[in-house]
């Protein structure tokens, strides 16, 4: 797009200054001048809505076309959340107000909430208590891992290492290591799952913990989970799950009753607040009754005169986490969705995903290589492997997918399968937009084989083009 400055035409103005209605300042000290006019655009009204309203079509999003990022559940988020949030009774508090004596009055109605959702997680998930500090997945990763730690070092036991499998969420290994413990990797076996095997030959008294996402990222619910509890328990570490695939199994199975200690939950993936544009985030941890000590402060507690107040008197605590009590709006739309949508609402999610899901990759696995044949759960892995022997390569399809208006799926993760593409359709949307997809899909493997070399030209719609990513990583600095 043209830079709205190539619009300016000298004198045209897009706005009228209202009158004047403070004192006019005085002769400023001439240091603090502009020796030349600030480079503004002159441009009138219509050109700058015109200018913004086209730039904002640039962006990409949920609400405007077909989102199957896989693993980030890229869902609708449904507009009446956003109303609950904008409330001017929420809106209008100020932060700091419930630590004040005065100020806890008026903000009960907000600190309720918090606590209700920390209730309503918890039954969601089979844990004792919540936190809902954390401000986005991979803080609450962090979170996690720290009270893990918390808890062995206020035992004296003297763990090092957290076994993970290869099929986990991207973050739990640098998770692990920014917590101080060693990472221990453990090869997925032919089912997709970890290999219980060699599992069993890493689990020793060093094992601090052990982190599953689960269902993992091949869309594949491990059906040995409660015997992985049992044994990493046998050996004295705690079992953390990675929430970021909740919506697969909301409703339907609470990883407490797998045996998980620890869970962090993304309210901005399963509960349907905004997830792109880099946030805002929610990384909710709930936890067993033997790691409430060491939740973060402050804690919500309800007084014997039924008003909530905060808790700050918590020697065992890992302290703060958050400036406050986490992203307070993002809460208030995953508790208004799930009121909505109440415990039928949330089973039909996981099962209307799961559905979806399985139709994909159906209709997929045709004309692409599945590595894991199975059933999958809210996602699914298939290989673009068949298409590279033409020269084209999962990039390429991504790159294919833009000109058509479809968001490309996560490429080259996970990193177990070669050319992989992970595609995640979510609940949210229609049969029409499903066969749409599936079309498409279907042409750019034919097309992959009746002319392999257009995917270099592509995308064609885009304001740039392809792009050289190779100098774009290493010479980045071109302008200078």
Known sequence: MELILNKSVQGRKGIMFPPLDVPRAKKLNEKYLREHDA???????????????????????????????????????????ERVASGERFTSLHPLAPQLAEGARFTQGALEVVSNLEGALSKITGMDAFTTQPAAGAHGELTGVMLIAAYHRQKENKKKHILIPDSGHGTN????????????????????????????????????????????TLGVFNPRVKEISHLAHEAGALMYYDGANLNAILGKVRPGDLGFDVVHLNLHKTFATPHGGGGPGSG?????????PFLPIPRI??????????????????????????????MLKAYAYILLLGKNGLVEVSENAVLNANYLKHHLS???????SKNCLHEF???????????VRAIDIAKALIDEGIHPPTVYFPLIVKEAMMIEPTETESKETLDKFIEVMVNLARLAESNPKIFKTFPKTTPVNRLDEVKAAKDMNIAG
């Open 301 to 330: 507690r309800k007084t014997k005169k039924k008003m909530f107040e905060l808790d700050f008197e918590e020697p065992l605590s890992i302290g703060y986490i958050s400036p406050f009590y986490g992203n307070f709006a993002v």
């Open 366 to 372: 045709k004309h692409y290589e599945t590595p894991y």
């Open 284 to 292: 909710p941890v709930g936890v067993k009754k033997e790691l409430i």
């Open 39 to 81: 480079e503004l655009p002159s441009v009138s009204e219509p050109e700058v809505v015109r200018h913004f309203t086209n730039l904002s079509r640039q962006n990409f999003g949920v609400d405007s076309n077909f989102y199957p990022l896989g693993s980030c559940t890229m869902k609708y988020n449904p507009k009446f959340t």
């Open 381 to 391: 892995v298939i290989s673009a492997s068949r298409q590279a022997k033409k020269g």
């Open 173 to 216: 290994p640098a998770t692990a290591a920014i917590a101080g413990y060693t990472v221990k990797t453990i090869p997925s076996d032919d089912n997709g799952v970890m290999d219980i095997d060699e599992f069993k030959r890493l689990l020793n008294k060093d094992t601090a913990a052990v982190m599953l996402t689960c269902p993992n």
